[in-house]
């Protein structure tokens, strides 16, 4: 266990054993369009991924996938949509963004719609200029 939150049963945990129906359960409340996957390649190739739990439910989520060297990449930072606004999704980024620190990470990177800018810029990210491309979208 790497923390809690001050006067509830939240905790958070570096790594710890998920299932996929945990993680299927969790990405299926809190995001509109997500579809059952697997995740354990996922895991095993990140460089960290914290979980929050309140007793045994997993309710917060997030990852670090990492290129062997000084970057990171933030993704799908969840927190179930019953335990938003306590501040527990800025504590899974902090929890990540400190164990990227302890292991030598030098740049996080991370990419987001517009209207959440908020939660990024209370958790340290600074706007920057950045490039992406949608393997899938045919139109492109
Ligand atoms: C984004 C998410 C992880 C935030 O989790 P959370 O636990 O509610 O966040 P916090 O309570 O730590 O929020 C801290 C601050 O960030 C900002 N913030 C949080 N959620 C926000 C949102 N949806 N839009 C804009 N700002 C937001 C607010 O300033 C908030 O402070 P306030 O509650 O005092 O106003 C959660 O809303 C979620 O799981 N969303 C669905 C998945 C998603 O879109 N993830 C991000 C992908 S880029």
């Excluded at 963004?97 to 939660?119: K, S």
Aim: one cysteine or more.
């Amino acid at each position: 266990m790497v923390g809690t939150m001050a006067g509830t049963h939240i905790r958070f945990e570096f790594n710890p054993s998920l299932t996929d129906d945990a993680l299927n359960t969790l990405f299926g409340d809190s995001w509109p369009d997500h579809e059952p996957c697997e995740f354990t390649d996922v895991l095993r190739r990140s460089l960290v991924y914290v979980g929050a739990f309140d007793r045994d439910q997993l309710i917060g989520f997030v990852y670090l996938a990492w290129d062997g060297g000084v970057h990171a990449f933030l993704l799908d930072p969840t927190v179930h949509p019953k335990y938003r606004r306590q501040g527990i999704g800025l504590e899974l980024v902090r929890h990540a963004i400190e164990l990227a620190r302890a292991r030598g990470v030098e740049w996080i990177h991370v990419d987001f719609a517009a209207e959440i800018q908020p939660f990024y810029e209370k958790a340290g990210f600074r706007p920057t200029l950045a490039g992406l491309i949608h393997l899938r979208d045919r139109s492109l």
